[in-house]
């Protein structure tokens, strides 16, 4: 079993659907969650980072931790084709611990 | 403009050669990394660097080689003993070196094909 999973998608939404994007983890040590976008053939960028539980909102971005069920959301709303890139999820328990990355969603968002 | 750069965008190399990514990066960030990408698997880590000469091996060290003589620079040679090279590398630097729990930036990656 992986440490941390994600479906890989693709998952399709026309334009200004909301989008909830879902990762789980095993390991109970981890308190540091990220939430990186990536567009094809480009590096990952930093969108949402969180610690611990609860939510953090950013303009139409929402991270939700739910440390109970080792349940991590990304919410889009009024989703763009812009927003069309593969997301992945990453996680740490403290500093000296790599990051452990997700092997991503692809998300496509049709006009 | 302070960013990561990494070059060359793509490369192509012979089985049996080494071949050396080029990582810098202008925003003096103390820590430095490199990851590999491969279709459904997440990122991993192959080098990391704390601090100027000193770099620590991450999960798949093997076939690959780093050095850090200078804190804007983290170049990675892929040895002719890295047995399946083929993948999209990405670089990596975080503001301090505190740490994995520093936001890390990346990249725009090079894509490494062996023929």
């Known amino acids: 079993q992986k440490e941390v999973e994600q479906d890989p998608g693709p998952l399709s939404v026309p334009e200004g659907a909301i989008v909830s994007l879902n990762c789980t983890y095993s390991n109970s040590a981890f308190q540091y969650f990220m939430w990186y976008r990536q567009y094809s053939r480009k590096g990952p960028e930093l969108l949402m980072y969180t610690y611990s539980s609860g939510n953090k909102e950013d303009g139409r971005f929402t991270a939700q931790v739910d440390k109970s069920s080792k349940y991590i959301s990304l919410f889009i709303r009024d989703s763009q084709p812009s927003d069309s890139a593969t997301y992945l999820c990453?996680?740490?328990?403290?500093?000296?611990?790599?990051?452990?990355f997700g092997t991503g969603t692809r998300l496509l968002v049709s006009p | 403009d302070g960013g990561i750069t990494q070059s060359p965008k793509y490369l192509f190399r012979k089985e049996g050669q080494n071949v050396t990514l080029s990582c810098e990066q202008n925003?003096?960030?103390?820590?430095m990394y490199w990851y590999r990408q491969d279709p459904g698997q997440g990122l991993r880590l192959i080098y990391y660097s704390q601090i100027v000469n000193d770099f620590q091996k991450g999960d798949i060290a093997e076939g690959y080689s780093v050095s850090r003589e200078k804190k804007e620079s983290f170049p990675l040679t892929v040895t002719s003993a890295q047995k399946n090279p083929t993948a999209f590398y990405l670089c990596?630097?975080?503001?301090?070196?505190?740490?994995?729990?520093?936001?890390?930036?990346f990249g725009p990656g090079t894509r490494l094909t062996v023929l």
């Open positions: 990453a996680m740490t328990s403290t500093g000296f611990q790599k990051l452990v």
């Open positions: 925003l003096n960030h103390d820590a």
């Open positions: 990596a630097s975080s503001l301090t070196s505190g740490g994995f729990t520093d936001t890390q930036y």
